[in-house]
């Protein structure tokens, strides 16, 4: 059924379009952030040596299939809410409202899993777990006149974290350091290269280097044969801002996933309250239209046929006056017509009948008259 127009309902839905407007943009918005976490197998699904380990990353990927499906849902809600606020169709109100409290409860769900369930948990389980990964399993690529990528998935995985944060070991690149209680115990830091400045055939070197070779810095993106450092020699022997990373990745891992964290509650926040203010309007709306629909008036019952002869009489008598005031005049005008079309048609009737009657009565009485005056004649 319709809904009534007044004015605040006009007002009210041209801000229920615009919010739903907002919610679509946010579902958006909120699905593709969700999709970016779920498929970044680089920066989020680092294998870490970390007690249940799988569990947190499976709640991890569980939150973001919800967090996805709950901002589709709302941008599918969204639409049917700009539709329902043009066409303005009470069953469209209630499927929209059960639509958004569904994606509302989703919502929260997926937060609660993708942020507490994960972030909190595999943080405090990576920043114990990381200092014994690289004291014990790091080895780090090799470097033998070219770059010899490690095989094993702890230096993989390491190397991949320095390249992806532009971070150096734990703390700092001093973690690579003998004098330091972090020092790794299998780090093969016996590098051999080719000196380019020295033009001669003894210019290959043999050093250890200070920092992993994972930790200097490159000019492309490619890790293995053909990769080229900014400078390799002066990286293992003297690292400094310009040809190594120095800084920690605890650090900065850690502002990492607090920010992909806090990016996804603020989507959440403002697409709760957008959602919710969305839903206040809906009920307006809905509330609007279950009381125009009960005010409706009944039906005018039928005019007795003898007041509409008499009201056309009541018309017929004064048709010279400009204005007159008659309750039924809009039955009477449609039912004037018929009603004289019908007297005309019995008066027609009526007046053949009595010319029948009088022209045989006339006939009748003739002889009558003719006798009496034969009668008059014979008697003078």
Not at 207 to 225: E, F, R, S
Not at 258 to 271: A, D, T, V
Request: glycine share 4%; proline share 3%.
């Amino acid at each position: 059924m319709k809904l009534c127009k007044g004015d605040s309902e006009k007002i009210t839905s041209g801000i229920f379009i615009i919010l739903n407007v907002l919610i679509c943009i946010f579902g958006i918005l909120l699905t593709t952030f969700s999709l970016i976490i779920l498929h970044d197998d680089d920066d989020f699904k680092i294998e870490i040596q970390c007690d249940n380990a799988k569990e947190h990353h499976d709640n991890l990927e569980i939150g973001c299939l919800v967090l996805t499906a709950a901002g589709t849902l709302f941008f599918m809600i969204s639409i049917l809410g700009v539709v329902t606020a043009i066409i303005k169709y009470k069953f469209y109100l209630l499927v929209y409202v059960i639509g958004v409290i569904i994606a509302i409860i989703l919502l929260i769900i997926g937060i609660v899993l993708s942020h507490s369930l994960f972030y909190k948990k595999i943080t405090n389980c990576m920043n114990k777990k990381l200092v014994v990964g690289i004291q014990d399993d790091f080895i780090g690529s090799a470097y033998t006149y070219k770059l010899l990528p490690a095989t094993d998935d702890v230096s993989l995985n390491w190397e991949q974290i320095f390249r992806n944060f532009g971070c150096c070991g734990l703390d700092s690149y001093k973690d690579f350091q003998k004098d330091n209680y972090k020092w790794s115990n299998k780090w093969n830091n016996d590098y051999r290269l080719i000196n380019s400045s020295v033009n001669s055939t003894n210019n290959k070197i043999q050093l250890y280097g200070k920092i992993p070779i994972g930790c200097c810095k490159v000019k492309n993106d490619v890790w293995g044969h053909n990769t080229t450092f900014v400078n390799v020699l002066d990286c293992l022997t003297n690292p400094n801002s310009d040809n190594a990373h120095l800084n920690g990745c605890q650090e900065d891992m850690e502002k990492y996933r607090k920010k992909e964290s806090l990016i996804l509650i603020i989507f959440s926040i403002f697409e709760i309250f957008i959602a919710l203010a969305a839903l206040f309007c809906a009920f307006f709306l809905f509330y609007k239209a279950r009381t125009s629909t009960s005010k409706v008036s009944p039906a005018p019952s039928p005019i007795p046929s003898a007041t509409v002869r008499k009201s056309s009489k009541i018309l017929v008598q004064n048709e010279t006056t400009e204005t007159y005031t008659n309750p039924v005049k809009m039955d009477t005008e449609r039912e004037e017509p018929v009603e004289d079309d019908k007297e005309k048609k019995k008066r027609k009737k009526d007046k053949k009948k009595k010319k029948k009657k009088k022209k045989k009565k006339s006939e009748e009485e003739l002889p009558k008259i003719r006798g009496s005056n034969n009668t008059e004649q014979f008697d003078a």
